[in-house]
């Protein structure tokens, strides 16, 4: 475990003097295995689940770490910490000196926990992302690698064509978007050379025509999105949801909004990709096997219709 002991939990959260370690790790075991161990990967994970890190940067995410595990197992706990089995069945915990808190002081207490404990998570991934050199494990990790066959790979990048509050977590989560798109647009629009040689960006041109492709990726990434109903999606963007707040109320865009959203981003993406193509025929000594490619394809049946990607 990343929390080890009641020391390190009452660090993180308010608990009462005589709370016990061993009630709060079940829900502790959930939450690092729901949320921990998936962003570090297992090799690191364990690795830190055995001994804390002694490197100062290492150690500071490893402190934000355990501040998000203590806060969502505490989120967790909330909704069975007044239930206690006996004899008779599930029961309300009472005493002589307290009682059960009201549904509104639970539903902040939840709201304050999950907020605490989705920025924990964010600042681990923001710094850990902003020095990757000194987390060696992470960065081979599936965690860390998978985004490596996308044009974008990095919050900042998908943050700068479109706001999701700078959020790792809703980043990693809109991966199979971004991929899905990049399957769809992508690859049978430049060939598979030409997008290897835009990606590796070795060139000036092909870092020039990666930002272009972010760009589009982006947009389309959004517009496939906003139909799908996975996200909270409001006026300041996109944001996920991990856990139901009861009393908690979302604004979201409507049906009429959410379309409207679908075919400006759509077209925003179909307008890069237009501006991605000319600018590669523009380069054909840069960009020889699209050129070829240009050359040699047969004619499309898609050209010259509305298909959104016939140019």
Known sequence: MIVKDITSLKSNVILSFDFKYETFLPFL?????????????PALYNAWALAAPEESIAKEAYELFQEASSNLAALEYTKVGIVVPGKSGFLIATGADNKPAEWWQIRDLRRSLLTTGMEALDEALQLMEENQDKFPTWITSSGFTQFHELFTRQTKEFQTHFNINNSRLTFQRLRPGLLKVENKFFESL?????????????????????KICQAAQVSLCISEMALEGAYNLTAAGFSVSIEDIPGEKLTQLNEKDLYNLHRVKENDGVEYLRRLTDYLREKPETFVDFANKETTALPSIAHNTTSTVSF
Not at 29 to 41: A, D, P, V, Y
Not at 190 to 210: F, H, N, R, Y
């Open 190 to 210: 430049l060939g598979d050379e030409t997008v290897s040689q835009i990606k590796a960006g070795i060139t000036p041109e092909a870092k020039k025509a990666l």
């Open 29 to 41: 075991k959930k939450q690092e295995r729901k949320h921990i161990k998936s962003l570090l990967g």
